[in-house]
């Protein structure tokens, strides 16, 4: 998936069953417990992309952001806050 400047990342929260799953495009990369916790980490992953005005490589963008959603991930499964 292309990141780079000027290509607009689309996200969306989609209820499956009690949880709510970010998706990325058509990819689904995190599970959330409330539709809040998926609205912030959507907002904290466009806030990434665009705290990155270093002209960073687009796949770099992309990993900082997984690696954002795995924590969020990690946490929500783990119970912590």
């Known amino acids: 998936m292309n990141t780079g400047i000027g290509h607009m990342v689309r996200y969306?929260?989609?209820k499956d069953g009690r949880d709510f799953?970010?998706?990325s495009g058509e990819q689904s990369v995190l599970k959330c417990a409330s539709r809040r916790e998926a609205?912030?980490?959507i907002a904290d992953a466009k806030g990434?992309?665009?705290e990155d005005t270093s002209g960073a490589h687009p796949s770099e963008n992309e990993t900082s952001v997984?690696?954002?959603a795995?924590?969020?991930l990690t946490r929500s499964s783990s119970g912590l806050p």
Request: hydrophobic share 55%.
């Open 70 to 72: 795995q924590r969020q």
């Open 48 to 50: 990434l992309m665009r």
């Open 12 to 14: 969306a929260i989609i």
């Open 66 to 68: 997984k690696a954002k």
């Open 21 to 23: 799953i970010v998706q």
């Open 39 to 41: 609205a912030k980490a």
